[in-house]
């Protein structure tokens, strides 16, 4: 695993692909490529990307923000869409344990609001563990919101390396996983500290 805080190839490869087909449609030509990408990452479009290998966060942040930029707008609405497809691009490849467990969670079973609540809280564990086979950086973590009974949130520590962009797709991708159980448009987050994001449930299930 590479020192650099990098993301892994399954998601990088989607914003190459989506850069190559602006550069298709005309949306954005190669000349206009260097208001947002160094030359290197420039070479990165004519190269495969292995869904299996890590690719630097930066790289992937450039990249974000020229598509957000050229086909969103400059609207970070784009950038939740983006984490929509990730979320369903990767439940029907199958490359991860974590995606298949959504198909069948428990709370699904439980019957009452307290059971609920719990069984939402394993759930989320274990869906958390897919930041590690995602990111080689920062620390994640769900826990109960002790403000707010019945919720829980998600802490992103040691987050610095984090970007904003990557936060936005992070955001629409959990809230396709909980759309995924009639539970849609469910988390928001915020960046209190430079080093710390947080997901927050804005209702309980």
């Known amino acids: 695993m590479p020192s650099l805080p990098s993301i892994k190839g399954s998601v990088f490869a989607t914003v190459v692909e989506n850069i190559n087909k602006l550069l ?5 030509s190669r000349e206009e490529l260097s208001r947002w990408l160094k030359p290197e990452d420039v070479a990165l479009l004519n190269q495969e990307v292995s869904v299996s ?9 450039r990249m974000s923000e020229l598509m957000r930029d050229v086909e969103g707008g400059s609207n970070n609405d784009y950038l939740r869409r983006l984490g929509r497809q990730s979320a369903k691009r990767l439940l029907e490849m199958g490359l991860y344990q974590q995606m298949e467990y959504l198909q069948n969670t ?6 009452d609001a307290k059971a609920r609540s719990e069984a939402f809280g394993r759930d989320l564990r274990l869906l958390s563990t897919l930041s590690a086979s995602i ?5 994640w973590e769900s826990i109960p919101d002790p403000e707010r009974e019945g919720r829980y949130l ?10 904003d962009v990557l936060c936005w797709r992070v955001e629409g991708f959990m809230n396709q996983m909980a759309a995924e159980h009639d539970e849609p448009d469910l988390w928001r987050w915020d960046r209190p500290k430079p080093d710390l994001v947080v997901f927050r449930m804005n209702r309980s299930v």
Do not use: H
Request: charged residues 25%; hydrophobic residues 40%; without cysteine.
């Open 106 to 111: 428990q709370v699904q079973k439980a019957s």
């Open 154 to 163: 998600i802490r992103i520590s040691e987050a610095k390396n984090l970007p």
């Open 135 to 139: 990111y080689n950086f920062a620390k």
């Open 53 to 61: 290998e890590w690719y630097d966060i930066r790289v992937f942040t």
């Open 24 to 28: 298709a449609q005309g949306s954005v």
